[in-house]
């Protein structure tokens, strides 16, 4: 259900207020800040990656005692890997939970204050679920009145 000139523009002083009464809050509530910790968390999670890598290769250059070259070459996979889990865990989630009714349509935080744009609905991909196809059609039927 779309909101009507009236409603758009009382929504939009609403948020305009909250801008300028309390930037931080805003700021909190587009998501931007998590969005930035979730990139230091990822970049974070390549640099353990990387070490762990250079740890594996020291295991294997260094020719000396055989539960040395074991004990490191297991610390450089456990390392390895939990800078993998770090940067992907960041990637897929920027860090605050979100709603699946605005995960799916696409939309985060203020969509007024960020320039104005109208948001259009996604077209679905081809390789989307067939549940979720099926969602689309009956909304898109309920819009229509049919």
Same mark, same amino acid.
């Not at 974070?44 to 074991?70: C, D, S």
């Not at 960041?90 to 979100?98: K, M, T």
């Not at 204050?113 to 259009?120: K, L, P, S, Y």
């Not at 077209?123 to 039927?141: A, D, H, L």
């Given at each position: 259900?779309?909101?009507?000139?009236?409603?758009?523009?009382?929504?939009?002083?609403?948020?305009?207020?909250?801008?300028?009464?309390?930037?931080?809050?805003?700021? !909190?509530?587009?998501? !931007?800040?998590?969005?930035?910790?979730?990139?230091?968390?990822?970049?974070?999670?390549?640099?353990?990656?990387?070490?762990?890598? %250079?740890?594996?290769?020291?295991?294997?250059?260094?020719?000396?005692?055989?539960?040395?070259? !074991?004990?490191? @070459?297991?610390?450089?996979?456990?390392?390895?890997?939990?800078? %993998?889990?770090? %940067?992907? !865990?960041? %990637?897929?989630?920027?860090?605050?939970?979100?709603?699946?009714?605005?995960?799916?349509?696409?939309?985060?935080?203020?969509?007024?204050?960020? @320039?104005?744009?109208?948001?259009?609905?996604?077209?679905?991909?081809? @390789?989307?679920?067939?549940?979720?196809?099926?969602?689309?059609?009956?909304?898109?039927?309920?819009?229509? @009145?049919?």
């Amino acid at each position: 259900m779309e909101l009507s000139e009236e409603e758009l523009r009382l929504l939009e002083q609403m948020e305009r207020a909250l801008v300028e009464e309390d930037p931080k809050l805003a700021s !909190t509530l587009r998501g !931007t800040s998590f969005q930035r910790a979730a990139r230091r968390r990822m970049v974070l999670g390549g640099v353990i990656l990387v070490v762990g890598v %250079a740890l594996l290769i020291a295991a294997v250059l260094i020719g000396e005692n055989q539960v040395v070259r !074991t004990v490191m @070459g297991v610390l450089g996979f456990v390392v390895m890997l939990g800078g %993998a889990i770090l %940067a992907l !865990t960041s %990637a897929r989630s920027p860090g605050h939970p979100v709603s699946p009714k605005v995960r799916a349509s696409g939309r985060s935080g203020f969509g007024v204050v960020d @320039g104005g744009r109208a948001h259009r609905p996604r077209r679905q991909r081809s @390789g989307s679920p067939f549940m979720e196809r099926m969602e689309e059609r009956w909304r898109r039927r309920r819009e229509r @009145g049919f």
